[in-house]
Each structure stands twice: as structure tokens, then as C-alpha cells.
């Protein structure tokens, strides 16, 4: 009997947007699956469509499924980070024994990207040379006014080994960087391997050019990047938040950039979006872009593609390439 699949996200307008045409027809012939059926919350119908079914394909916005919702189900293939927040009660379904993937490293690959390209154009200050270039409406002088720009041998410091810097590290590799390393859970021997530097939280701030930030919040990161440690940046250094905004004294980050002695490139803030009397809006050291780092718009194909690939695995009786233990966590 083949495999039966239900969607379950929020909207469902997310079916169209995650997979291409090509996409939904081959999982089409993988399973059973009505593609134009999404189950976006757990009424009548959602509960009808759950019924049955062995694999859910869960997206953001899904509704939390019971144990009793869906007593067949086998799998979930989450095109998220977390496959146990779209289940009710995970202990439960742990128990049950389902399996689950989710995208979290798939995801890491756009903001990976983006941190890259900042971190390259940073070096160059290209946004504050094109803010200068509009006003003055005339080159600059290259032999006094641009002498200390550029990337080679700039010292990069990343601070967490999140998924996303995992993959930054590689992404930074072909470039002439020296690049410094701050987590607690990195070892020698794991720096080593990666072909970093480790250092302390301190060393990484005051030591870099550029800081990435790429630690989760928890309760002790919220407000990690303090006054004291803005204050140790060098003059010039930029400060580069793809993580969240809480992490960042984001008072103590204003205080910091009213001296324009460093800059900031933000995709994340606390709250989002900004309030519009906030002074990030209007200081001429600061690169506001709207939480775009992650996967959007043709970027959200490759999860598509990444659980299309999933779906084939379940279906062969193969076990999923990005697993995730229910009740413990992504392996």
C-alpha cells in the first residue's frame, strides 16, 4: 500500500510558494497525497484529512498534532528547524516512535550566504562609500580617503557555532581572512578541523573587524553583547546580527553608534519591526535590512527540494539525511 502524505502548514499558500510544479508532481508519484489539500488548523476536516495518514509534510504555521489526531502516522518532514513544533505532546509521539527531519541545516545555507556577502562588503565600507558617493556626486581619492579598506588579512570573529556559522566558516575558507572563533562548546581540537582561532567572547569583540553573531538565544545570551564589550570594538569594526536582536544591548548598541566610531549591519532587532522613533532608523553607521537572511522567495525551493528528498528516503525505506530525535532535538 503506498504511503499516505497530508500537508499541514499556515497558510496554505505556503504549499505553492515552498515547492515548484515539478516538485509536487513528484511527490505525486512518491505517495499518496492530495497536493491542493493543506491541513492549516485541527478542525473537522484537518482531523479527517490526519486520519489516515503515515507521513505529514509540516511547514511554519502548522497546527500542533495530537497523538490521537493522526493514529497512523509514522514520519513528519518539517520545512522548518524544529519537527516537534508542529506535534502536541512530544513525549508522546516519542514514545509512539515517530521518526522526523527537519530543514534547520538547509536553512542555514541563505543566511550563511548573506553573512558572507555583508561580511565582504563591510570590509570594503561599501555602504557608507555609497551614502558619501550620492552626496558629493564626485569619486574619492583613492591614495588619502580609501586607504583603510579592503579584506585581505582582515581578522573575522564569529561568535557561536550555530549551523549557520558552520557553514560561514566554509564559505569564508577561499578568502585571505584570519578568522577567530568564540562558543563554549569549541574545543582544540574541533577549532583545529575547522581551521579557526579560538578565543574568548572578549578577544573575538575587541580583536575583529568584523563580528558575526551567531549565537541562539537563551537566558544567558539575551543581552550577551553588552556596553563593555561594544565599547572594546575597534574603531571602525562592524557589528553583524543575523541571529536575533535580543542578544544585543540594543541601548547600550545606540549609545555605541551615536560616537560613530564603529558601524552595524542589523537583519535582526528586538522588536521587529523597529519602532519609528527608533535612532537605528537614521544614523548613517547602520545597515537595517528586514529579516531577509533566511530563506525567501526562490531560497525557499531548496527546502522544498530538501523534502522532496526526504519524502524519497521514508518511502524506500532509507533513513532521513537530517534527522531529528523527538524529545531531544535535531541529532
Known amino acids: 500500500m503506498r504511503v499516505r502524505a497530508v500537508f499541514s502548514m499556515s497558510p496554505p499558500s505556503l504549499v505553492g510558494q515552498l515547492f515548484t510544479p515539478e516538485m509536487l508532481r513528484e511527490l505525486e508519484a512518491l505517495v499518496q497525497i492530495d497536493t491542493g489539500s493543506v491541513v492549516s488548523e485541527l478542525d473537522d476536516a484537518g482531523r479527517a484529512a490526519l486520519r489516515d495518514a503515515d507521513l505529514v509534510l509540516g511547514g511554519w504555521g502548522a ?12 514520519a513528519v518532514v518539517y520545512l522548518g528547524g524544529v519537527a516537534a513544533t508542529c506535534l502536541d505532546e512530544p513525549a508522546r509521539w516519542a514514545e509512539r516512535g515517530i521518526s522526523a527531519a527537519n530543514a534547520r ?47 585581505y588579512r582582515r581578522t573575522i570573529g564569529i561568535v557561536g557555532l550555530s549551523q549557520i556559522a558552520q557553514v560561514l566558516i566554509e564559505l569564508l575558507r577561499p578568502f585571505d581572512l584570519d578568522v577567530v572563533v568564540y562558543s563554549p562548546s569549541l574545543t582544540r581540537a574541533r577549532a583545529d578541523a575547522l581551521g579557526v582561532r579560538m578565543a574568548t567572547l572578549d578577544g573575538v569583540m575587541a580583536g575583529s573587524d568584523v563580528v558575526s553573531l551567531h549565537q541562539a538565544v537563551t537566558p544567558a545570551t539575551v543581552g550577551q553583547i553588552d556596553a563593555r564589550l561594544l565599547a572594546s570594538m575597534r574603531d571602525g569594526a562592524t557589528l553583524l546580527n543575523t541571529a536575533r536582536g535580543a542578544v544585543i544591548d540594543q541601548d547600550a548598541l545606540v549609545r555605541e553608534l551615536r560616537t ?4 552595524a549591519i542589523l537583519d535582526v532587532t528586538e522588536p521587529e519591526p523597529l519602532p519609528p522613533t527608533s535612532e537605528l532608523w537614521q544614523l548613517p553607521n547602520v545597515t537595517l535590512t528586514p529579516h531577509l537572511a533566511g530563506s525567501i522567495g526562490t531560497e525557499l525551493h531548496r527546502m522544498g527540494a530538501n523534502a522532496v528528498a526526504e519524502v524519497r528516503r521514508f518511502v524506500a525505506g532509507e533513513p532521513f539525511a537530517h534527522p531529528e530525535s523527538i524529545g531531544g532535538g535535531a541529532r
Open 63 to 74: 497546527p500542533r498534532i495530537a497523538v490521537d489526531d493522526a493514529p497512523e502516522l509514522r
Open 105 to 151: 541545516s538547509i536553512n542555514a545555507i541563505p543566511v550563511a550566504e548573506y553573512a558572507l556577502a555583508m561580511i565582504l562588503l563591510a570590509g570594503k565600507d561599501v555602504f557608507a562609500a555609497e551614502r558619501s558617493y550620492r552626496d558629493r556626486l564626485a569619486l574619492p581619492d583613492r591614495s588619502h580617503e580609501l586607504t583603510s579598506i579592503g579584506n
Open 260 to 263: 560613530g566610531r564603529i558601524r
